[in-house]
Nanobody
Framework: QLQLVESGGGLVQPGGSLRLSCTAS????????IGWFRQAPGKEREGVSC????????SYADSVKGRFTISRDNAKNTVYLQMTSLKPEDTAVYYC??????????WGLGTQVTVSS
């Protein structure tokens, strides 16, 4: 099973920024498109952004377009999610998954992002 590890979350004020990281243990990410997902309390997991294996193609949920940027550094085996102009509604646990697959079954622990004043 492919296992990914998310990091970089925290508490930030509205309008602030965070950069999340997604790394892999025991395998290289460069074969896979990678997606970021999030799940807020009481809500279903939703897709946030996806990047192709070589980084040439990206996509975003409408709710984060213009504020979040997904990127990858295959040399560092890491995919990033740069989040700016954060809003309270961005508060959630953020996860990454290979193949941008929301039906992925081996979710990691995720990283908590809390946007609050």
């Amino acid at each position: 099973q492919l296992q990914l590890v998310e990091s970089g979350g925290g508490l930030v004020q509205p309008g602030g920024s965070l950069r999340l990281s997604c790394t892999a243990s025991g395998f290289t990410l460069d074969r896979y498109s990678i997606g970021w997902f999030r799940q807020a309390p009481g809500k279903e997991r939703e897709g946030v952004s996806c990047i192709s294996s070589l980084g040439g193609s990206t996509s975003y949920a409408d709710s984060v377009k213009g504020r979040f940027t997904i990127s990858r550094d295959n040399a560092k085996n890491t995919v990033y999610l740069q989040m700016t102009s954060l809003k309270p509604e961005d508060t959630a646990v953020y996860y990454c998954a290979p193949n941008c697959d929301i039906n992925y079954t081996s979710w990691g622990l995720g990283t908590q992002v809390t946007v609050s004043s």
